[in-house]
Protein backbone atom coordinates (compact mmCIF):
# COMPACT_ATOMS: atom_id res chain seq x y z
CA UNK A 1 0.00 0.00 0.00
CA UNK A 2 2.69 2.53 -0.88
CA UNK A 3 0.47 4.17 -3.07
CA UNK A 4 -2.22 6.44 -1.28
CA UNK A 5 -4.44 5.76 -5.03
CA UNK A 6 -4.48 1.77 -6.80
CA UNK A 7 -7.71 1.33 -8.51
CA UNK A 8 -7.53 -0.82 -11.84
CA UNK A 9 -10.53 -2.62 -11.01
CA UNK A 10 -14.47 -2.29 -9.65
CA UNK A 11 -14.43 -5.56 -7.90
CA UNK A 12 -10.72 -6.47 -6.53
CA UNK A 13 -10.61 -7.09 -2.83
CA UNK A 14 -11.76 -3.25 -1.24
CA UNK A 15 -8.97 -2.16 1.44
CA UNK A 16 -9.59 1.73 1.76
CA UNK A 17 -12.46 3.77 0.89
CA UNK A 18 -13.64 7.48 1.58
CA UNK A 19 -17.28 8.12 2.97
CA UNK A 20 -19.09 11.37 4.01
CA UNK A 21 -21.70 10.35 7.18
CA UNK A 22 -24.35 12.46 6.48
CA UNK A 23 -24.69 15.82 8.82
CA UNK A 24 -26.74 18.84 9.36
CA UNK A 25 -26.57 19.67 5.75
CA UNK A 26 -29.67 17.19 5.49
CA UNK A 27 -31.58 19.10 8.02
CA UNK A 28 -30.90 22.55 5.66
CA UNK A 29 -33.15 21.02 2.69
CA UNK A 30 -36.46 22.84 2.39
CA UNK A 31 -39.59 21.55 0.68
CA UNK A 32 -39.67 24.73 -1.93
CA UNK A 33 -36.25 24.15 -2.64
CA UNK A 34 -35.92 20.75 -3.15
CA UNK A 35 -34.81 21.11 -6.70
CA UNK A 36 -32.48 23.35 -6.36
CA UNK A 37 -30.37 21.38 -4.22
CA UNK A 38 -31.14 18.23 -6.28
CA UNK A 39 -33.21 16.18 -3.91
CA UNK A 40 -36.88 14.74 -4.05
CA UNK A 41 -37.44 14.45 -0.39
CA UNK A 42 -35.68 14.85 2.73
CA UNK A 43 -34.45 12.24 4.86
CA UNK A 44 -34.37 11.90 8.64
CA UNK A 45 -30.59 13.05 10.09
CA UNK A 46 -30.86 10.40 12.88
CA UNK A 47 -32.20 7.34 10.83
CA UNK A 48 -29.79 8.37 7.87
CA UNK A 49 -26.92 8.44 10.11
CA UNK A 50 -27.59 5.07 11.94
CA UNK A 51 -27.88 3.63 8.18
CA UNK A 52 -24.79 4.97 7.14
CA UNK A 53 -22.93 3.85 10.44
CA UNK A 54 -24.27 0.35 9.32
CA UNK A 55 -23.14 0.48 6.07
CA UNK A 56 -19.28 2.02 7.22
CA UNK A 57 -19.55 -0.80 10.29
CA UNK A 58 -20.47 -3.67 7.40
CA UNK A 59 -17.31 -2.31 5.59
CA UNK A 60 -14.85 -2.21 8.39
CA UNK A 61 -16.04 -6.14 9.31
CA UNK A 62 -14.95 -7.51 5.71
CA UNK A 63 -11.61 -5.72 6.15
CA UNK A 64 -12.00 -2.32 4.64
CA UNK A 65 -10.14 1.18 6.16
CA UNK A 66 -12.64 3.76 6.38
CA UNK A 67 -12.14 7.25 6.36
CA UNK A 68 -14.38 9.94 6.06
CA UNK A 69 -14.13 13.53 3.76
CA UNK A 70 -14.63 15.82 6.69
CA UNK A 71 -11.84 13.83 8.53
CA UNK A 72 -9.21 14.47 5.70
CA UNK A 73 -10.37 17.86 4.65
CA UNK A 74 -10.21 18.93 8.28
CA UNK A 75 -6.69 17.80 8.76
CA UNK A 76 -5.14 19.77 5.63
CA UNK A 77 -6.27 23.08 7.84
CA UNK A 78 -3.56 22.83 10.53
CA UNK A 79 -0.44 25.18 8.86
CA UNK A 80 -0.51 28.76 9.14
CA UNK A 81 -2.78 30.71 6.53
CA UNK A 82 -4.71 26.72 5.26
CA UNK A 83 -8.07 27.59 6.61
CA UNK A 84 -7.86 31.43 5.55
CA UNK A 85 -6.87 29.96 1.95
CA UNK A 86 -9.38 27.56 2.01
CA UNK A 87 -12.42 29.79 3.12
CA UNK A 88 -11.29 32.09 -0.34
CA UNK A 89 -11.69 29.16 -2.67
CA UNK A 90 -15.33 28.42 -0.43
CA UNK A 91 -16.59 31.70 -0.82
CA UNK A 92 -15.33 32.23 -4.19
CA UNK A 93 -18.13 29.37 -5.52
CA UNK A 94 -20.63 31.16 -3.31
CA UNK A 95 -22.89 33.93 -4.76
CA UNK A 96 -22.06 36.15 -2.22
CA UNK A 97 -21.04 39.68 -4.34
CA UNK A 98 -21.14 42.33 -1.74
CA UNK A 99 -18.27 43.01 0.11
CA UNK A 100 -19.52 44.03 3.36
CA UNK A 101 -21.16 40.82 3.32
CA UNK A 102 -18.46 38.69 2.69
CA UNK A 103 -16.48 40.23 5.16
CA UNK A 104 -18.95 39.56 7.79
CA UNK A 105 -19.56 35.74 6.66
CA UNK A 106 -15.46 35.49 6.55
CA UNK A 107 -15.60 36.32 10.47
CA UNK A 108 -18.02 33.64 11.24
CA UNK A 109 -16.45 31.29 9.52
CA UNK A 110 -12.85 31.97 11.07
CA UNK A 111 -14.08 32.72 14.29
CA UNK A 112 -14.81 28.87 14.35
CA UNK A 113 -11.69 27.18 16.12
CA UNK A 114 -12.03 23.67 15.47
CA UNK A 115 -11.48 22.72 12.33
CA UNK A 116 -13.46 19.90 11.73
CA UNK A 117 -16.49 21.75 13.41
CA UNK A 118 -15.24 24.62 10.70
CA UNK A 119 -15.92 21.79 7.87
CA UNK A 120 -18.69 20.89 8.90
CA UNK A 121 -20.49 24.44 8.75
CA UNK A 122 -19.13 24.93 5.44
CA UNK A 123 -20.95 21.56 4.39
CA UNK A 124 -23.94 22.42 6.35
CA UNK A 125 -24.21 25.89 4.63
CA UNK A 126 -24.58 29.21 6.33
CA UNK A 127 -28.29 30.83 6.94
CA UNK A 128 -29.07 34.83 6.41
CA UNK A 129 -30.22 34.37 10.63
CA UNK A 130 -26.29 33.00 11.86
CA UNK A 131 -24.67 36.11 10.84
CA UNK A 132 -25.36 39.55 11.55
CA UNK A 133 -25.52 41.39 8.40
CA UNK A 134 -25.46 45.29 8.43
CA UNK A 135 -27.42 47.28 5.63
CA UNK A 136 -26.48 45.67 2.11
CA UNK A 137 -24.51 48.04 -0.12
CA UNK A 138 -25.93 46.97 -3.43
CA UNK A 139 -29.10 45.73 -5.52
CA UNK A 140 -27.90 42.18 -6.42
CA UNK A 141 -27.23 41.49 -1.96
CA UNK A 142 -30.67 41.92 -1.34
CA UNK A 143 -33.07 40.13 -3.64
CA UNK A 144 -34.11 36.82 -3.38
CA UNK A 145 -34.81 38.13 0.49
CA UNK A 146 -37.27 35.48 1.23
CA UNK A 147 -34.70 32.48 0.68
CA UNK A 148 -33.11 31.78 4.16
CA UNK A 149 -29.87 30.84 3.07
CA UNK A 150 -26.51 33.08 2.52
CA UNK A 151 -24.74 29.72 1.07
CA UNK A 152 -26.79 26.85 0.43
CA UNK A 153 -25.93 23.59 2.25
CA UNK A 154 -24.46 20.62 0.34
CA UNK A 155 -27.08 17.37 1.08
CA UNK A 156 -25.38 15.47 -1.95
CA UNK A 157 -22.35 15.13 -0.02
CA UNK A 158 -22.63 11.77 1.38
CA UNK A 159 -22.51 10.59 -2.36
CA UNK A 160 -18.32 10.61 -2.10
CA UNK A 161 -18.01 8.93 -5.78
CA UNK A 162 -19.34 11.78 -7.85
CA UNK A 163 -16.86 14.91 -6.98
CA UNK A 164 -13.85 13.23 -7.64
CA UNK A 165 -13.07 9.38 -9.05
CA UNK A 166 -10.04 7.57 -8.80
CA UNK A 167 -8.68 5.92 -11.84
CA UNK A 168 -5.10 3.86 -11.60
CA UNK A 169 -3.45 6.41 -9.07
CA UNK A 170 -5.04 9.01 -10.22
CA UNK A 171 -7.99 11.01 -9.68
CA UNK A 172 -10.39 12.64 -11.62
CA UNK A 173 -11.30 15.95 -9.85
CA UNK A 174 -14.72 16.96 -11.85
CA UNK A 175 -16.59 19.21 -13.20
CA UNK A 176 -20.24 18.73 -11.63
CA UNK A 177 -23.15 19.24 -13.61
CA UNK A 178 -25.19 20.93 -11.16
CA UNK A 179 -24.02 24.45 -9.69
CA UNK A 180 -25.04 23.32 -6.39
CA UNK A 181 -22.75 20.59 -6.35
CA UNK A 182 -19.69 22.09 -7.61
CA UNK A 183 -18.28 23.54 -4.69
CA UNK A 184 -18.23 19.81 -3.14
CA UNK A 185 -14.99 19.77 -5.42
CA UNK A 186 -12.92 21.74 -3.05
CA UNK A 187 -13.02 19.21 -0.30
CA UNK A 188 -11.07 16.76 -2.83
CA UNK A 189 -9.19 19.77 -4.11
CA UNK A 190 -7.70 20.75 -0.60
CA UNK A 191 -7.37 16.85 0.54
CA UNK A 192 -5.10 15.65 -2.91
CA UNK A 193 -3.04 18.62 -2.73
CA UNK A 194 -2.29 19.43 0.81
CA UNK A 195 -3.62 16.35 3.09
CA UNK A 196 -0.08 14.54 4.04
CA UNK A 197 -1.12 11.18 2.83
CA UNK A 198 -1.75 12.40 -0.90
CA UNK A 199 1.13 15.88 -1.07
CA UNK A 200 4.12 13.44 -0.61
CA UNK A 201 3.52 11.92 -3.84
CA UNK A 202 1.66 15.00 -5.61
CA UNK A 203 -1.40 13.71 -6.79
CA UNK A 204 -2.17 12.95 -10.77
CA UNK A 205 -5.12 14.70 -11.66
CA UNK A 206 -6.82 13.39 -14.98
CA UNK A 207 -9.78 15.99 -15.21
CA UNK A 208 -10.21 19.11 -13.43
CA UNK A 209 -13.10 20.98 -11.64
CA UNK A 210 -12.02 24.04 -13.52
CA UNK A 211 -12.39 22.25 -17.04
CA UNK A 212 -15.64 23.72 -18.84
CA UNK A 213 -17.25 20.20 -19.77
CA UNK A 214 -19.14 18.05 -17.37
CA UNK A 215 -17.79 14.85 -15.47
CA UNK A 216 -19.10 12.85 -12.91
CA UNK A 217 -17.81 9.96 -10.87
CA UNK A 218 -20.73 8.06 -10.95
CA UNK A 219 -20.24 7.80 -15.03
CA UNK A 220 -16.68 6.15 -14.42
CA UNK A 221 -16.58 2.38 -14.15
CA UNK A 222 -12.45 0.72 -13.72
CA UNK A 223 -13.89 -2.59 -15.91
CA UNK A 224 -10.04 -3.99 -15.54
CA UNK A 225 -6.54 -2.65 -15.63
CA UNK A 226 -6.95 -1.93 -19.45
CA UNK A 227 -10.73 -0.47 -19.63
CA UNK A 228 -12.21 1.92 -18.25
CA UNK A 229 -16.02 2.57 -18.72
CA UNK A 230 -17.62 5.62 -18.86
CA UNK A 231 -21.06 7.13 -19.04
CA UNK A 232 -22.36 9.77 -21.62
CA UNK A 233 -25.54 11.10 -19.49
CA UNK A 234 -27.05 13.30 -18.20
CA UNK A 235 -24.15 14.93 -15.70
CA UNK A 236 -21.44 13.95 -17.89
CA UNK A 237 -20.63 15.14 -21.74
CA UNK A 238 -19.10 13.11 -25.01
CA UNK A 239 -16.82 16.41 -25.50
CA UNK A 240 -15.32 15.33 -21.37
CA UNK A 241 -14.81 11.94 -21.97
CA UNK A 242 -12.79 12.78 -25.03
CA UNK A 243 -10.36 15.24 -22.90
CA UNK A 244 -10.49 12.63 -19.97
CA UNK A 245 -9.19 9.89 -22.36
CA UNK A 246 -6.22 11.86 -23.46
CA UNK A 247 -4.98 12.07 -19.87
CA UNK A 248 -5.31 8.64 -18.85
CA UNK A 249 -3.90 7.38 -22.05
CA UNK A 250 -1.09 9.43 -21.17
CA UNK A 251 -0.59 9.27 -17.08
CA UNK A 252 -2.18 5.68 -16.68
CA UNK A 253 -0.11 3.75 -19.26
CA UNK A 254 -1.87 0.47 -18.44
CA UNK A 255 -5.20 1.69 -19.80
CA UNK A 256 -5.79 1.16 -23.51
CA UNK A 257 -9.74 1.55 -23.94
CA UNK A 258 -12.14 3.54 -22.68
CA UNK A 259 -15.65 2.33 -23.54
CA UNK A 260 -17.98 4.94 -23.66
CA UNK A 261 -21.89 4.10 -23.28
CA UNK A 262 -24.48 6.58 -24.08
CA UNK A 263 -27.53 6.17 -21.57
CA UNK A 264 -29.50 8.81 -22.67
CA UNK A 265 -30.32 12.01 -20.33
CA UNK A 266 -33.06 11.19 -18.07
CA UNK A 267 -32.75 11.75 -13.92
CA UNK A 268 -34.06 8.24 -13.37
CA UNK A 269 -30.64 6.74 -14.76
CA UNK A 270 -28.91 9.74 -14.21
CA UNK A 271 -25.29 8.14 -13.82
CA UNK A 272 -24.00 5.06 -15.47
CA UNK A 273 -23.69 3.44 -12.09
CA UNK A 274 -27.32 3.78 -11.39
CA UNK A 275 -28.04 1.33 -14.65
CA UNK A 276 -24.78 -0.89 -14.44
CA UNK A 277 -22.25 -2.34 -12.43
CA UNK A 278 -19.62 -4.93 -12.23
CA UNK A 279 -20.10 -7.55 -9.54
CA UNK A 280 -17.49 -10.52 -11.02
CA UNK A 281 -15.11 -11.02 -13.12
CA UNK A 282 -18.09 -12.13 -15.68
CA UNK A 283 -21.21 -11.18 -13.69
CA UNK A 284 -23.07 -7.42 -14.26
CA UNK A 285 -26.40 -5.76 -13.11
CA UNK A 286 -28.05 -3.56 -15.18
CA UNK A 287 -31.56 -1.94 -16.13
CA UNK A 288 -33.12 -3.91 -18.97
CA UNK A 289 -34.58 -0.61 -20.11
CA UNK A 290 -31.38 0.71 -21.35
CA UNK A 291 -30.31 -3.20 -22.99
CA UNK A 292 -32.24 -2.65 -26.05
CA UNK A 293 -31.35 1.19 -26.62
CA UNK A 294 -27.87 1.05 -25.37
CA UNK A 295 -25.39 3.30 -27.34
CA UNK A 296 -21.62 1.93 -27.18
CA UNK A 297 -18.15 3.91 -28.46
CA UNK A 298 -14.85 2.76 -27.49
CA UNK A 299 -11.68 4.80 -27.71
CA UNK A 300 -8.40 3.03 -28.09
CA UNK A 301 -5.15 4.32 -27.45
CA UNK A 302 -3.05 4.16 -30.95
CA UNK A 303 0.80 5.17 -30.87
CA UNK A 304 0.33 8.98 -30.22
CA UNK A 305 -3.32 9.46 -31.00
CA UNK A 306 -6.30 7.61 -30.27
CA UNK A 307 -8.98 5.44 -32.58
CA UNK A 308 -13.17 5.81 -31.72
CA UNK A 309 -15.32 2.86 -33.26
CA UNK A 310 -19.09 2.77 -33.01
CA UNK A 311 -19.33 -1.17 -31.19
CA UNK A 312 -22.01 -3.00 -33.57
CA UNK A 313 -22.60 -5.67 -31.36
CA UNK A 314 -24.64 -6.60 -28.40
CA UNK A 315 -22.97 -5.51 -25.36
CA UNK A 316 -22.82 -8.99 -23.60
CA UNK A 317 -20.10 -9.68 -26.59
CA UNK A 318 -18.10 -6.08 -26.31
CA UNK A 319 -17.88 -6.96 -22.65
CA UNK A 320 -16.60 -10.68 -23.38
CA UNK A 321 -14.40 -8.99 -26.69
CA UNK A 322 -12.58 -6.67 -24.04
CA UNK A 323 -12.59 -8.61 -21.00
CA UNK A 324 -11.23 -11.94 -23.06
CA UNK A 325 -14.27 -13.90 -21.40
CA UNK A 326 -15.89 -16.80 -22.96
CA UNK A 327 -18.93 -15.34 -21.45
CA UNK A 328 -20.74 -13.00 -19.12
CA UNK A 329 -23.98 -12.70 -17.25
CA UNK A 330 -26.23 -9.69 -17.13
CA UNK A 331 -28.06 -9.67 -13.97
CA UNK A 332 -31.33 -7.81 -14.64
CA UNK A 333 -32.44 -5.19 -12.15
CA UNK A 334 -36.08 -6.06 -11.23
CA UNK A 335 -35.91 -9.51 -13.59
CA UNK A 336 -38.31 -9.28 -16.14
CA UNK A 337 -40.46 -7.52 -14.47
CA UNK A 338 -40.50 -4.19 -15.94
CA UNK A 339 -42.94 -2.56 -12.59
CA UNK A 340 -40.62 -4.15 -10.62
CA UNK A 341 -37.50 -3.00 -12.58
CA UNK A 342 -38.30 0.71 -12.81
CA UNK A 343 -39.50 0.15 -9.21
CA UNK A 344 -35.89 -0.92 -7.84
CA UNK A 345 -33.86 0.92 -10.07
CA UNK A 346 -35.26 4.01 -8.62
CA UNK A 347 -33.79 2.55 -5.34
CA UNK A 348 -30.47 1.99 -6.40
CA UNK A 349 -31.30 -1.68 -7.34
CA UNK A 350 -28.63 -1.89 -9.65
CA UNK A 351 -26.40 0.88 -7.61
CA UNK A 352 -24.19 -2.13 -6.57
CA UNK A 353 -20.83 -1.59 -4.72
CA UNK A 354 -18.12 -4.84 -5.09
CA UNK A 355 -15.83 -5.12 -2.58
CA UNK A 356 -14.21 -8.32 -3.39
CA UNK A 357 -15.03 -10.54 -6.40
CA UNK A 358 -18.59 -12.28 -6.11
CA UNK A 359 -19.25 -10.14 -2.92
CA UNK A 360 -20.61 -7.12 -2.75
CA UNK A 361 -23.32 -4.12 -0.77
CA UNK A 362 -26.66 -3.85 -1.80
CA UNK A 363 -29.76 -2.29 -0.08
CA UNK A 364 -31.97 -4.87 1.53
CA UNK A 365 -35.38 -3.25 -0.37
CA UNK A 366 -34.34 -4.42 -3.22
CA UNK A 367 -35.88 -7.86 -2.82
CA UNK A 368 -35.80 -9.08 -6.52
CA UNK A 369 -32.55 -7.99 -7.80
CA UNK A 370 -31.03 -9.13 -4.26
CA UNK A 371 -32.54 -12.63 -5.13
CA UNK A 372 -31.08 -12.69 -8.71
CA UNK A 373 -28.17 -11.74 -7.61
CA UNK A 374 -28.04 -14.43 -4.72
CA UNK A 375 -28.85 -17.12 -7.25
CA UNK A 376 -26.16 -15.94 -9.41
CA UNK A 377 -23.53 -17.26 -6.25
CA UNK A 378 -23.11 -13.20 -5.72
CA UNK A 379 -22.49 -13.23 -1.68
CA UNK A 380 -24.82 -10.08 -0.81
CA UNK A 381 -23.65 -7.41 2.50
CA UNK A 382 -27.19 -6.66 2.67
CA UNK A 383 -27.79 -2.70 4.46
CA UNK A 384 -31.17 -0.39 5.25
CA UNK A 385 -31.25 2.86 3.14
CA UNK A 386 -34.84 3.76 3.83
CA UNK A 387 -33.48 7.50 4.60
CA UNK A 388 -30.17 7.20 2.09
CA UNK A 389 -31.62 6.20 -1.13
CA UNK A 390 -34.13 9.50 -0.75
CA UNK A 391 -31.27 11.04 -2.50
CA UNK A 392 -31.12 8.63 -4.93
CA UNK A 393 -27.87 7.07 -4.55
CA UNK A 394 -27.08 3.41 -3.35
CA UNK A 395 -23.53 2.11 -1.67
CA UNK A 396 -21.22 2.52 -4.80
CA UNK A 397 -22.43 6.32 -5.08
CA UNK A 398 -21.57 7.00 -1.29
CA UNK A 399 -18.30 5.24 -1.46
CA UNK A 400 -14.96 6.22 -2.87
CA UNK A 401 -12.10 3.21 -3.09
CA UNK A 402 -8.70 4.80 -2.44
CA UNK A 403 -7.14 1.57 -2.73
CA UNK A 404 -8.24 -2.10 -3.98
CA UNK A 405 -5.90 -5.26 -4.18
Request: proline share 4%.
Amino acid sequence: MNQPIQIFSEIAPLKRVLLHRPGAELENLMPDYLDRLLFDDIPFLDQAQKEHDFFAETLRNRGVEVLYLEDLAAETLTTTGAKEAFLEDYLNETTILDEEIRNEVRNFFLSIEDNRAFIDHTMAGLKKSEVEISKASNLTAIVETEYPFLIDPMPNLYFTRDPFATIGHSVSLNRMYSATRRRETLYGKQIFTHHPMFARNETNFLYHRDETTRMEGGDQLILSDKIVAIGISQRTEVASIEKIAETIFATEPSFEHILAFNIGEERKFMHLDTVFTMVDHDKFTIHPEIEGELSLYSITKHKDSVRVFEEKDTLENILCRYLDLPEVLLIRCGGDDLAAAAREQWNDGSNTLAIAPGEVVVYDRNTITNRLLKEAGVKLNEISGSELVRGRGGPRCMSMPFIRE
